[in-house]
């Protein structure tokens, strides 16, 4: 009986920074729009490696409050808080954008 013992196939253990950033719009139409909130929500559920940054105008105005992820940038649009849970769970840990979140006008194929 032979006792072959495998090279390891294992990558190296490094940890690669993604620098991502969380902007919302803070400004006077998001604000009136409930993106204090939105802050709020998304400091509660930090995730490692992401920044997160109240924004002046984005210039998507109305459409609010506006979220966007850097560097993918993926623009959310008229996010409520109870929605930052999602977000956070599929986009931020999973990498998967929230389809039914994103802003169309710059997804207009989701
Ligand atoms: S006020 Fe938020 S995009 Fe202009």
Same mark, same amino acid.
């Given at each position: 009986?032979?006792?072959?013992?495998?090279? $390891?196939?294992?990558? =190296?253990?490094?940890?690669? $920074? %993604?620098?991502?950033?969380?902007?919302? +719009?803070?400004?006077? %139409? +998001?604000?009136?729009?409930? !993106? *204090?909130?939105?802050?709020? *929500?998304? !400091?509660?559920?930090?995730?490692?490696?992401? %920044?997160? %940054?109240?924004? $002046? +105008? @984005?210039?998507? +105005?109305?459409?609010?409050?506006?979220?966007?992820? @850097?560097?993918?940038?993926?623009?959310?649009?008229?996010?409520?808080?109870?929605?930052?849970?999602?977000?956070?769970?599929?986009?931020? @840990?999973?990498?998967?954008?929230?389809?039914?979140?994103?802003?169309?006008?710059?997804? =207009?194929?989701?």
């Amino acid at each position: 009986m032979s006792n072959i013992t495998q090279p $390891s196939n294992s990558a =190296p253990n490094h940890k690669v $920074s %993604t620098n991502r950033c969380v902007r919302v +719009c803070l400004h006077r %139409t +998001c604000k009136k729009q409930g !993106a *204090a909130q939105v802050l709020e *929500a998304l !400091a509660k559920l930090p995730v490692p490696d992401v %920044t997160l %940054t109240a924004s $002046s +105008c @984005l210039g998507q +105005c109305g459409n609010g409050p506006m979220v966007l992820v @850097l560097p993918d940038m993926v623009w959310y649009s008229g996010v409520r808080a109870k929605e930052i849970p999602l977000l956070v769970e599929q986009h931020l @840990l999973g990498g998967e954008r929230v389809k039914q979140m994103l802003y169309y006008r710059f997804h =207009p194929q989701g």
